[in-house]
């Protein structure tokens, strides 16, 4: 089963106006050439201009150059205000010599552009720059690092790898970080503890460089057209949907009895699909045969499909046709804006804290590794985070055969990604932490595609936020934003057909369907099932 995304269950509203994270409030052009860094003085903005050599005061309310200077050397880049002073990254360190790439950090008098200080950059070819209230910090495009050091010598305070390859603006909102990158075209809230990305949003233009916060709103300076773009931070909307497409999408079940016996019953369960966040069921789902409908113990809906006395050589075969609309979908998790624990509702709590037999989160392996991974923590979106980040260094994605149970795939350090759930699930039950787990048919490349390797993965419950998608087996990646990627992210090459928390009476702990069957001794009999994919042309 490969590495893939999840859900998360809300209503869907017909006339609701989206303000979500990255959500352009508006935008002006700028008079400029090469628009570069950007800082925000209290009142106006401040864009370095790399062409004109200069420093534009802006009004942003309606983008007018209110005045400029001189910048202080040939090639400035990122522009940092500290409550008094501009400060100025300049790549080529004053001298405008080709491919001399050694960077100063310059300190400006923004009333005259009179350098009052200048200091060795602490990288060569420094990008982004901000103030936090007591140090700067500046990105690094050559090195891709993330670094904050002292404003009088330069000394370098702690560092990190910056989100992404291309990093190009930076600022600081007063918790968190925020890190433009050319080369993805994202925009990243970064925590200054760790340097974990929390969230991404996608960049407004096509060539994300500066960036300025001015105590309400991003703004990102594009380079690509010299755009200036004010960007909604936080909302009520915590996610957005998009990129719809349309598929139908057909599961067949297959049983064959190869003989020389009779299999003498044969029980098939198929899950049915629901709308959630990341789906949308366009059509009554039909069936190759009338089934009966039931529930489980977790809520899901079932069809359940019976057959008597299957003669050798013979085929049991039942379908499931989906019409589905699918989306990608990115939650934005404000990690100080989540509930406590104890804001969890009990009936969610007292389901999804159950220690089911895969999980055996009393074992001392999953215990001792909960001590040591969650320590004190009680944010819940650090619980789950600080579990999400240790499984990294500490398994690795490999198809072994099976599903063992949660202690033995984490003392192994491998697993497929339905292992990789049942740890991650064990771990944060262990923690006081409600998950549970999701199937899905998987799209594979083309539009007309077949799987028969599946996908599942975890949500975890986030007062006030809910049910939130992460990937545990994804989530071993390089980068921080590789990394983030998988926390709080669905694509739409999925369609969810299971929701569970454990063990069901009907799809036991599979997903997509199931089986029992009785025969006579000495009977063959093979199962199949795989999903066809067929995604329609846009109407």
């Known amino acids: 089963m490969k590495k893939i995304f999840l859900f998360f269950l809300l209503p869907f509203f017909t006339f609701k106006v989206w303000a979500y994270p990255g959500k352009v409030q508006k935008s002006?052009?700028?008079?400029?050439?090469?628009?570069?860094?950007?800082?925000?003085?209290?009142?106006?903005?401040?864009?370095?201009?790399?062409k004109a050599d200069k420093l534009f005061c802006v009004n942003p309310a309606d983008g007018k150059v209110i005045r400029s200077i001189s910048s202080p050397a040939y090639w400035p880049m990122g522009l940092a205000y500290d409550g008094k002073y501009l400060?100025?990254?300049?790549?080529?360190?004053?001298?405008?010599?080709?491919?001399?790439?050694?960077?100063?950090?310059?300190?400006?008098?923004?009333?005259?552009?009179?350098?009052?200080?200048?200091?060795?950059?602490?990288?060569?070819?420094?990008?982004?720059?901000t103030w936090d209230g007591k140090y700067l910090w500046v990105v690094d495009d050559s090195n891709n690092k993330l670094i904050q050091f002292d404003s009088q010598d330069g000394t370098t305070i702690k560092e990190f790898s910056s989100p992404a390859g291309n990093p190009s603006g930076l600022t600081f909102d007063g918790k968190y970080l925020w890190v433009a990158d050319r080369g993805s075209n994202e925009i990243y809230m970064v925590d200054p503890?760790?340097?974990?990305?929390?969230?991404?949003?996608?960049?407004?233009?096509?060539?994300?460089?500066?960036?300025?916060?001015?105590?309400?709103?991003?703004?990102?300076?594009?380079?690509?057209?010299?755009?200036?773009?004010?960007?909604?931070?936080?909302?009520?909307?915590?996610?957005?949907?998009?990129?719809?497409?349309?598929?139908?999408?057909?599961?067949?079940?297959?049983?064959?009895?190869?003989?020389?016996?009779?299999?003498?019953?044969?029980?098939?369960?198929?899950?049915?699909?629901?709308?959630?966040?990341n789906q949308k069921i366009l059509k009554k789902i039909s069936y190759s045969i009338k089934p009966e409908?039931?529930?489980?113990?977790?809520?899901?809906?079932?069809?359940?499909?019976?057959?008597?006395?299957?003669?050798?050589?013979?085929?049991?075969?039942?379908?499931?046709?989906?019409?589905v609309e699918t989306y990608n979908v990115r939650f934005f998790i404000f990690p100080d804006k989540v509930?406590?624990?104890?804001?969890?509702?009990?009936?969610?709590?007292?389901?999804?804290?159950?220690?089911?037999?895969?999980?055996?989160?009393?074992?001392?392996?999953?215990?001792?590794?909960?001590?040591?991974?969650?320590?004190?923590?009680?944010?819940?979106?650090?619980?789950?985070?600080?579990?999400?980040?240790?499984?990294?260094?500490?398994?690795?994605?490999?198809?072994?055969?099976?599903?063992n149970t949660a202690p033995t795939v984490l003392a192994r350090g491998n697993g497929s990604c339905s292992e990789y759930s049942f740890v991650y699930i064990?771990?944060?039950?262990?923690?006081?932490?409600?998950?549970?787990?999701?199937?899905?048919?998987?799209?594979?490349?083309?539009?007309?595609?077949?799987?028969?390797?599946?996908?599942?993965?975890?949500?975890?419950?986030?007062?006030?936020?809910?049910?939130?998608?992460?990937?545990?087996?994804?989530?071993?990646?390089?980068?921080p934003a590789a990394q983030a990627r998988y926390f709080g992210h669905l694509s739409n090459h999925f369609l969810i057909t299971t929701q569970s928390g454990g063990g069901s009476e009907y799809m036991g702990w599979t997903y997509n369907s199931n089986e029992f069957y009785t025969s006579e001794p000495k009977t063959y009999v093979v199962h199949e099932y795989f999903g066809d994919w067929n995604e329609l042309e846009p109407k």
């Not at 009142?43 to 201009?49: R, T, V």
């Open 426 to 479: 064990a771990m944060c039950r262990a923690a006081g932490l409600p998950a549970r787990y999701v199937g899905s048919i998987a799209q594979r490349g083309e539009k007309k595609a077949m799987d028969d390797v599946f996908h599942r993965w975890v949500e975890v419950y986030l007062p006030n936020y809910g049910w939130v998608p992460v990937d545990p087996s994804g989530g071993d990646q390089k980068s």
């Open 87 to 129: 400060w100025n990254a300049d790549v080529k360190g004053g001298i405008p010599l080709a491919e001399n790439y050694n960077g100063v950090i310059y300190q400006i008098n923004p009333k005259d552009g009179t350098i009052m200080h200048q200091l060795p950059s602490p990288t060569p070819v420094p990008r982004g720059l």
């Open 293 to 323: 409908m039931l529930t489980d113990k977790w809520g899901q809906v079932v069809a359940h499909f019976h057959k008597d006395n299957l003669p050798a050589g013979q085929k049991f075969e039942v379908t499931e046709t989906i019409d």
């Open 339 to 403: 509930g406590k624990l104890d804001e969890i509702p009990q009936d969610i709590l007292k389901k999804y804290l159950v220690n089911d037999a895969k999980y055996e989160y009393d074992n001392p392996v999953i215990q001792k590794a909960v001590k040591k991974v969650v320590g004190d923590e009680k944010n819940p979106y650090w619980i789950a985070r600080k579990i999400y980040d240790y499984l990294m260094p500490n398994m690795y994605y490999q198809m072994t055969g099976g599903w």
């Open 28 to 50: 002006f052009k700028f008079q400029g050439q090469f628009v570069t860094g950007m800082s925000f003085d209290g009142k106006n903005l401040w864009i370095a201009d790399r």
């Open 193 to 277: 503890a760790n340097g974990k990305v929390l969230m991404i949003l996608d960049a407004p233009g096509g060539y994300a460089f500066g960036m300025a916060y001015d105590g309400e709103f991003l703004w990102n300076a594009d380079r690509d057209n010299d755009k200036i773009f004010q960007l909604i931070v936080s909302d009520d909307d915590f996610y957005v949907k998009k990129n719809p497409k349309e598929s139908i999408i057909t599961y067949t079940h297959l049983t064959t009895n190869f003989g020389p016996g009779v299999v003498k019953t044969a029980d098939v369960y198929l899950p049915e699909p629901e709308n959630r966040v």
